[in-house]
């Protein structure tokens, strides 16, 4: 596992539990960390935050949809500003084509 994070507070709460990760801000951070985690045959899950899909969503579901690794967990940030059921809905809908 690894964590892509946009705040210190969700990185020591995830290295407390073992899950090394880093801290970005810019899309071409998430988007650099995440290439580079996704060539790292050791890694199979790679948790991020809600605010960094939103800022990468095509290019991060462009990774879930065309790699069979890692796997990609959406996680709330730490002020829980959004849905993650919102957001997996949306994926399946894009994904399967239909309406849950």
Same mark, same amino acid.
């Given at each position: 596992m690894y964590l892509i994070s946009d705040n210190v507070d969700t990185?020591? *709460?995830m290295r407390l539990a073992g899950i090394e990760g880093v801290v970005v801000h810019q899309p071409d951070e998430v988007m650099e960390a995440l290439n580079k985690v996704a060539d790292d045959p050791d890694i199979g899950i790679v948790l991020m935050t809600s605010k960094l899909i939103d800022l990468c969503r095509e290019q991060v579901y462009a990774i879930k949809q065309n790699r069979q690794r890692p796997l990609i967990v959406e996680i709330p940030d730490r002020h829980g500003e959004t849905s993650v059921g919102a957001a997996i809905t949306s994926y399946i809908r894009e994904a399967v *084509?239909?309406?849950i």
């Open positions: 990185q020591v *709460g *084509g239909i309406n």
